[in-house]
């Protein structure tokens, strides 16, 4: 059980175009997702926590009207990355966790965008 | 703000030998902390957390406040433990986001 997927698992767009990225909770309802960036080598960076039904939270730096989440449903939240460009480039992770407490975190496969 | 540091990205030793995994933290309020594990070409994944006070894949770590630390440790280190180790501290004041650390990379030669 727990199981969280994402789709598509890599991508390569052009410079300027809108890639999104679909995160889902296969076998439990996910009150809350968040959305990581991680560069080579590098950790799981924070950019933003999704509530159902609400507005997300984005971490200090990360710009909302670039990196547009949704998180329509319990079980599906969305990140779209708009006018992408080469610095975009990175590997994208979502994790869910079932309610507010101190519950697990069940993480994504992650996505790879590559910007070209 | 929390801070999570591994000071080390990557540990090498052979197997059989023992293992830790340092971590070390900086938090104002009453941290919750995690080791979360990726293996090669795996998802991350909850290895434990420091409230459960319980050994996973005979991995231990204690939460030491004294010291702000949180190293993991394994007795015998076994091939299949090769993986990257990220320890994660939970901030109960921003909806228990994670913060992780910078990772360390585990390699265990036979």
């Known amino acids: 059980g727990a199981v969280v997927s994402q789709h598509p698992s890599w991508v390569i767009c052009k410079s300027g175009t809108s890639v999104k990225i679909e995160c889902r909770s296969l076998d439990f309802q996910a009150t809350t997702m968040f959305w990581y960036r991680q560069f080579p080598k590098q950790s799981l960076m924070l950019m933003a926590t999704s509530n159902e039904g609400s507005k997300a939270t984005y971490e200090q730096g990360v710009e909302k009207d670039k990196f547009l989440i949704n998180h329509a449903s319990l079980t599906l939240s969305t990140l779209t990355v708009t006018s992408a460009h080469p610095e975009d480039s990175s590997f994208y992770i979502c994790s869910a966790r079932v309610g507010w407490s101190r519950d697990e975190q069940y993480f994504g496969p992650g996505t790879r965008l590559t910007v070209t | 703000a929390q801070r999570v540091t591994q000071p080390e990205k990557l540990l090498s030793v052979f197997k059989g030998a023992p293992v830790e995994l340092k971590c070390n933290y900086s938090?104002?309020?009453?941290?919750?902390l995690f080791w979360y594990v990726q293996y090669s070409r795996q998802r991350l994944q909850l290895l434990l957390r420091?409230?459960s006070r319980e050994s996973i894949k005979g991995f231990t770590a204690d939460l030491n406040k004294g010291e702000t630390s949180f190293h993991l440790k394994k007795p015998f280190a076994q091939e299949e433990d090769s993986a990257m180790y990220y320890c994660?501290?939970?901030?109960?004041?921003?909806?228990?986001?994670?913060?992780f650390g910078g990772g360390t990379r585990l390699m265990v030669k036979p």
């Open positions: 994660a501290l939970s901030d109960n004041n921003a909806g228990n986001m994670l913060t």
């Open positions: 938090y104002s309020g009453s941290p919750e």
């Open positions: 420091h409230i």
